[in-house]
């Protein structure tokens, strides 16, 4: 069912977006500075008789993988979590275990009617460790069924951890996974594993290779830096390879290439595909093809006049992901970036936001390529065990080459996602004017499907070439932004999300465009880790501000301009939950009236649960 919103027979209330001088926001400061100087007393007091907090590392680094958890809030004063907060915070059709700790996506790809996702699980605990293969199935990428652990540290070359790895489709369609094991001495490297049955749809039971491991750390390359091996493709002559992350001199990104002719034995090339002065190690790298043309997605052995090839890195130094777009020289096998100004670690981010470890693959079955991506918390570690479970995976999304721009990728929620979608309201033309807010009177508001799009009407003509990306948030005013939404919003705006565009006066008299999202409000709980993201979007002179904002809970993922820009974040609301969330358009730009449309459906939980194997249902 679809309602309409009439904005003559309807006027938008208004009302003032908080700012910096707002007197709520001052009052609750006085509260905060009094409860600070008491708690600072009292560990004056404790610190007189006790020795300095001890650095804590984060949990991983020392097991030679990126970091599992946020020690920098462990000095934070807790905040007093209850049962129906930690159940509102779990997300209704994302994917994530029944129980326990999630990390990286590992393997996914498409087998006799049924899509499969491994990732990287904690069997025993909400916190990262012990880490095995989970394993779901999907006819539709949304709804999810359990599987039995699919690998497990049970042999020397992974018995301290089963890592992330690749599936590899052979055109006679024989399955090769190739994955990173940590030996009983600590050393990264690379086993094969394939099924037991290639013809089971549920690929239940999985072999490992007798002669593992098939690489191990080269010369030069230290044993825990040498990990997370891709898909591989096939070279012109007949050869496969792959790629893996890696780092030289401690500040240089590699990415190595392997040949091999039967994923048994193994070739180091000499040289690398790419590097990349102070990025760090790179982990979990991601190597495909694009079609220029923008419309179809690529086998992963795809080459030729018409393609790009995308690498990306998640960056182990910064925890985020970059891509590049360039080109591929097979022959060679060495990739160039179109832009070096742009190039990997230091230009275009596949996510603005709390995002890592993603990973592609080609679905043969709908011609796309679809990519996963982890989310991980930003809470504590003693809130993740209370709660009895950690992390989540992104919507999967289709990639696609943005020829409108020719310097993008397009990320876009699959389609499958639409069919979760209940009723919809629709609402026209609602003017925004400059410092207010205007409350969309949907009902539930916590798992939600919006299309938005804002045209904007100058007041008063700038010339002042503003600097700034994302500013300091929503409550950061210049002349044409910030505007857009706040999701997961309470009635009095104590807590809120803004996710809105911030366009700056450029020289030339051109506009900037910065895409955003606020955490910094979302939640009033201290011991949660709240930020400003964002990055550049493009905004061609043909077209409006558009964003379309998945709403789950709490996880939220925004994708600007056809999802040329993309951001997914983490919220902790403490008041704004259940029937008490709300969402509202806001404008709190000095110089510009908006003009907002949208689309708004209520999204129904998908069903994720174990298989039901006491019925025939494969």
Known sequence: MEASYDPEQNPPLHAPLLDRSSPRTGRFAAVFACLFSLISLLALIINQTQQPFEKVQPRGVAEGVSAKSNPSLLNQVPFNWTNAMFSWQRSAYHFQPQKNWM????????????????YQYNPYSAIWGNITWGHAVSRDLIHWLYLPL?????????????????????PDAQIIMLYTGETNESVQVQNLAYPANLSDPLLLHWLKYPGNP???????????????????????????????????????????????TNFRDYELLDGVLHAVPGTGMWECVDFYPVAINGSVALDTSSFGPGIKHVLKASLDNTKVDHYA????????????????????????????????????????HKQRRVLWGWINETDTETADLKKGWASLQTIPRTVLYDNKTGTNLLQWPVEEVESLRLNSTMFKEVLVEPGSVVPLDIGTTTQLDILAEFEIEPLISSTTNEIGNCGDGAVDRSTYGPFGLLVIADASLSELTPIYFRPLNASGGTLKTYFCTDETRSSKASNVFKQVYGGKVPVLDDENYNMRVLVDHSIVESFAQGGRTVISSRIYPTEAIYGAARLFLFNNATGVNVRATLKIWELNSAFIRPFPFERDSV
């Open 103 to 118: 990390n990286d996506p590992n393997g996914p790809l498409y087998h006799k009617g049924w899509y499969h996702l491994f």
């Open 150 to 170: 699919a690998l497990v540290p049970d042999h020397w070359y992974d018995i301290k951890g089963v890592w992330t790895g690749s599936a590899t489709i052979l």
């Open 214 to 260: 098939v690489m191990v750390p080269p010369p030069g390359i230290k044993p825990d830096d040498f990990r997370d091996p891709t898909t591989a493709w096939l070279g012109p002559e007949g050869t496969w390879r792959l790629t893996m992350g890696s780092k030289f001199n401690t500040t240089i990104g590699i990415s190595l290439v392997y040949h091999t």
């Open 325 to 364: 777009i360039g080109t591929y020289a097979p022959k060679t096998d060495k990739w160039t970036p179109d832009n070096p100004e742009e190039d990997v670690g230091i230009g275009l981010k596949v996510d603005y936001g709390r995002y890592y470890a993603s990973k592609t693959f080609f679905d043969q």
